[in-house]
């Protein structure tokens, strides 16, 4: 969210004509909620062009980039890597350790779509749940958002809105 270290969301595993809509969601939620980019690792030019286009319409800044693979991201980022997951800590648990480390760095919130990698669990810095029953990746996008921006986000001033 601008004024803060950056919140960057990293879509996994889109299957294009599969998850089009869910990888649309993954952005907007991202977008609506204080993230300032989403990367969608895959080849999902509909999500990027319909999330850019709604960000144009209804204001911004956000940023929507597409990506070939996700492992240089991973291993590149320099800051917090936390992976939205099932099998994870409980978000009341670790959230609020998780808003200190952005206090002083950037954040890499991963979604996947299909079954995730081991790779991705063992790069995280935290594997979280936000409960551990089965839900869509853009409900626990959401969650993990509000919990990290304890609301702030919500009033959130948009610029060219």
């Given at each position: 969210m601008q004024g803060a270290n950056e919140v960057v969301v990293l879509r996994l595993g889109h299957r294009?004509?599969?998850?089009?809509?869910?990888?649309?969601?993954?952005?907007?939620?991202?977008?609506?909620?204080?993230?300032?980019?989403?990367?969608?690792?895959?080849q999902a030019s509909d999500p990027k062009a319909t999330v850019e286009e709604v960000t144009d319409r209804f204001g911004g800044p956000f940023e929507v980039e597409a990506a070939d693979g996700y492992r240089r991201r991973l291993r590149e980022w320099e800051g917090t890597v936390v992976h939205l997951t099932m099998y994870g800590l409980p978000i009341q648990d670790a959230e609020g350790e998780i808003r200190a480390a952005h206090m002083s760095g950037p954040v890499l919130v991963v979604v996947g779509s299909e079954k995730v990698s081991f790779d991705v669990y063992e790069a995280a810095d935290y594997n979280v749940g936000v409960t551990n029953q089965p839900h869509s990746e853009v409900a626990g996008l959401a969650v993990f958002l509000d919990r990290l921006f304890e609301g702030r986000e919500l009033d959130r001033e948009w610029a060219d809105a």
């Open positions: 294009p004509g599969r998850d089009e809509r869910m990888t649309t969601h993954v952005g907007l939620t991202a977008r609506a909620l204080g993230a300032d980019r989403v990367v969608i690792a895959g």
